[in-house]
């Protein structure tokens, strides 16, 4: 692990691969890949064994694995709250490579309080909803106008942002993820989001690291 480390320090990105579980069960990440994406402070592409070109093409007219169709969507997990540059440039920049939509996924959850029996109340979710809607579209409104080529799909579901981005990965060419840099006694960080991709997208993924 050391080596792929130091090694890393002249990548961008640096690939690694996976062993799969299968076509609908994602990676088995080791050690040494947990390890890699929580230590280099560059990006790092994981793609699964077994992975081949058609799987990041939408199948053809006859529902069978193509390379000459289009591309399926680049997927980015964004955190609007704390959005980074680094992690939002990539995917945009890797969805017209591909001529590929971009599609940005925000999960978000409700307050505390309906976690311990309250009942909903539908007017506070309608408005805690376009409230997320809104932060997310403001956060990419300086990048659709940068990328005024790149069509964007952007979603706000309730509930965990893993689940939901593991959910999109079924249907994409690429999931972009972050990881904040973060020095603890306890070693490095990988973050509960970006470590449910890596155990559980079936598309190859993509993990920026950042401040």
Same mark, same amino acid.
């Given at each position: 692990?050391?080596? %792929?480390?130091? !090694?890393?320090?002249? *990548?961008?990105?640096?690939?690694?691969?996976?062993?799969?579980? =299968? =076509?609908?069960? =994602?990676?088995?990440?080791?050690?040494?890949?947990? *390890?890699? /994406?929580?230590? @280099?402070?560059?990006?790092?592409?994981?793609?699964?064994?077994?992975?081949? *070109?058609?799987?990041?093409?939408?199948?053809?007219?006859?529902?069978?694995?193509?390379?000459?169709?289009?591309?399926?969507?680049?997927?980015?997990?964004?955190?609007?709250?704390?959005?980074?540059?680094?992690?939002?440039?990539?995917?945009?920049?890797?969805?017209?490579?591909?001529?590929?939509?971009?599609? /940005?996924?925000?999960?978000?959850?409700?307050?505390?309080?309906?976690?311990?029996?309250?009942?909903?109340?539908?007017?506070?979710?309608?408005? %805690?909803?376009?409230?997320?809607?809104?932060?997310?579209? *403001?956060?990419?409104?300086?990048?659709?106008?940068?990328?005024?080529?790149?069509? /964007?799909?952007?979603?706000?579901?309730?509930?965990?942002?893993?689940?939901?981005?593991?959910?999109?990965?079924?249907?994409?060419?690429?999931?972009?993820?972050?990881?904040?840099?973060?020095? @603890?006694?306890?070693? !490095?960080?990988?973050?509960?989001? @970006?470590?449910?991709?890596?155990?559980? !997208?079936?598309?190859?993924?993509?993990?920026?690291?950042?401040?």
């Amino acid at each position: 692990m050391t080596a %792929l480390v130091s !090694a890393s320090a002249d *990548a961008d990105p640096l690939v690694i691969g996976s062993r799969g579980l =299968g =076509g609908t069960m =994602g990676f088995l990440v080791g050690s040494v890949g947990l *390890a890699l /994406v929580a230590h @280099t402070d560059r990006p790092v592409v994981l793609v699964r064994s077994g992975a081949s *070109a058609e799987d990041e093409h939408q199948r053809d007219a006859d529902g069978r694995p193509s390379s000459t169709t289009p591309y399926r969507d680049v997927v980015l997990g964004l955190d609007h709250e704390h959005p980074d540059d680094a992690v939002i440039s990539f995917a945009f920049e890797a969805a017209p490579r591909r001529s590929a939509r971009l599609r /940005v996924v925000h999960g978000w959850n409700q307050p505390p309080c309906f976690a311990y029996g309250l009942p909903s109340d539908p007017l506070l979710n309608a408005e %805690l909803a376009r409230e997320e809607a809104s932060a997310v579209e *403001a956060a990419l409104a300086p990048w659709r106008e940068k990328f005024p080529g790149v069509e /964007v799909v952007e979603q706000t579901p309730v509930g965990s942002a893993g689940d939901h981005l593991v959910d999109a990965a079924r249907d994409a060419s690429l999931v972009v993820v972050g990881r904040r840099i973060r020095r @603890t006694p306890l070693g !490095a960080h990988i973050g509960p989001v @970006t470590h449910a991709v890596l155990h559980h !997208a079936t598309a190859p993924v993509v993990v920026i690291p950042h401040e």
